[in-house]
Nanobody, 127 residues
Framework: QVQLVESGGGLVQAGGSLRLSCTAS????????MGWFRQAPGKEREFVAR????????YYADSVKGRFTISRDNAKNTVYLQMISLKPEDTAVYYC????????????????????WGQGTQVTVSS
């Protein structure tokens, strides 16, 4: 069992930055690949970024490439999402999620791959 808690969301102006954190409980964090997803009002939850268990494989949605950076610190059981050059269209609830494949799955954008989810943190970007 893995419990995930996100933090770091908030209100920021367009062009600003935020860093989201997701801290996991349990001793097996390092064996999971971690992903970030987001859900805007009235829209489906969508893939944002993913990092393998050791950070060796990283993927981003095209909409965030070059602006978002995912990283992890297995010693702290934490995965991060650094977001810069934020846009109003980045406004959403951001969720972290853990998948047991460690980072090898090819369907990494699929929500069904991820077994554990956090409660989400709100990010609002004003224009």
């Amino acid at each position: 069992q893995v419990q995930l808690v996100e933090s770091g969301g908030g209100l920021v102006q367009a062009g600003g930055s935020l860093r989201l954190s997701c801290t996991a409980s349990g001793r097996t964090f390092s064996s999971y690949a971690m992903g970030w997803f987001r859900q805007a009002p009235g829209k489906e939850r969508e893939f944002v970024a993913r990092i393998s268990w050791n950070g060796g494989r990283i993927y981003y949605a095209d909409s965030v490439k070059g602006r978002f950076t995912i990283s992890r610190d297995n010693a702290k059981n934490t995965v991060y999402l650094q977001m810069i050059s934020l846009k109003p269209e980045d406004t959403a609830v951001y969720y972290c999620a853990a998948s047991a494949d460690a980072g090898l799955a090819i369907n990494f954008m699929s929500l069904t791959l991820y077994r554990y989810w956090g409660q989400g943190t709100q990010v609002t970007v004003s224009s």
